[in-house]
């Protein structure tokens, strides 16, 4: 993302670069700011080619904004769902851009890689556990404060948790340093069965990757499971625990 901002909102790297560069800026909102946004990272400076890409960006906008102004027309969708789009093409050594009618790609279907469950592990859980008629709550989640391993990148840690969606009472959270977009929601569950010996009659999520992941553990276990908008006993709990996070470094 590239914007312009006030001079208070720049870092120091943003304004060596500046300053590198014999740039000056001055007055509200002319200072420029560039950033690369990635789920589970803190936002952060654009590499060499980052920077090669938005170039490109910013001529190709430029050039379709100006043949808007004249004719507003030029993107409207076509038949079929198609639309305008400038289209690179190398021609010896030089780039040129010329205008394509695409219609665009369809989301990819995400496919969820589940780790294997030892079925001696799974045998043994089965034998412990008492089936209750209780509902679960089962979430995962960014910390709000990013932390860092050297001069890395910042990232969010990701948080588990699993409550009794009546009593409020947290089975089980646990702050994860590394990412793994929820993955490990199948193994907190497994441990919560382990560590109180009780199985649940639901579980109910929100995300549908909980879903995908505790499907096969559900079925093992004839839980029943159920997507829902809100989790009242998570919701409650994350707040009380990004209010002590905020107050202490990760």
């Not at 969606?165 to 569950?189: C, P, Q, T, W």
């Not at 441990?191 to 929100?206: D, N, T």
Request: glycine share 6%.
């Amino acid at each position: 993302m590239a914007s312009f901002e006030d001079r208070k909102y720049l870092d120091k790297h943003d304004l060596a670069v500046i300053k590198r560069l014999g740039l000056t800026f001055r007055g509200r909102d002319s200072w420029p700011k560039f950033r690369h946004y990635e789920p589970g990272f803190f936002p952060w400076h654009i590499s060499d080619s980052q920077a090669v890409f938005l170039t490109h960006c910013f001529e190709q906008t430029t050039e379709i904004a100006v043949r808007f102004k004249k004719n507003p027309n030029i993107l409207r969708p076509k038949g079929g769902g198609k639309y305008l789009t400038r289209v690179r093409a190398r021609q010896g050594e030089d780039i040129t851009w010329h205008d394509e009618w695409i219609q665009p790609d369809m989301l990819r279907k995400v496919v969820v890689v589940r780790s294997e469950v030892a079925e001696e592990r799974i045998k043994k859980i089965f034998s412990q556990v008492k089936k209750t008629g209780m509902t679960w709550e089962a979430d995962y989640f960014w910390a709000p404060m990013p932390v860092r391993e050297g001069k890395a990148r910042p990232y969010y840690p990701v948080m588990y948790m699993i409550s009794d969606h009546d009593s409020y009472f947290i089975l089980d959270m646990e702050l994860v340093a590394k990412n793994n977009h929820g993955i490990g929601i199948g193994e907190r569950f497994l441990k919560v069965l382990e560590k109180h010996k009780a199985c649940p009659q639901k579980i109910i999520f929100r995300k549908p990757l909980v879903g995908s992941v505790l499907g096969p553990l559900g079925e093992r276990f004839d839980i029943k499971l159920r997507q829902v908008d809100r989790l009242e006993a998570i919701d409650h709990a994350r707040q009380e625990a990004f209010s002590f996070l905020q107050h202490r470094k990760l």
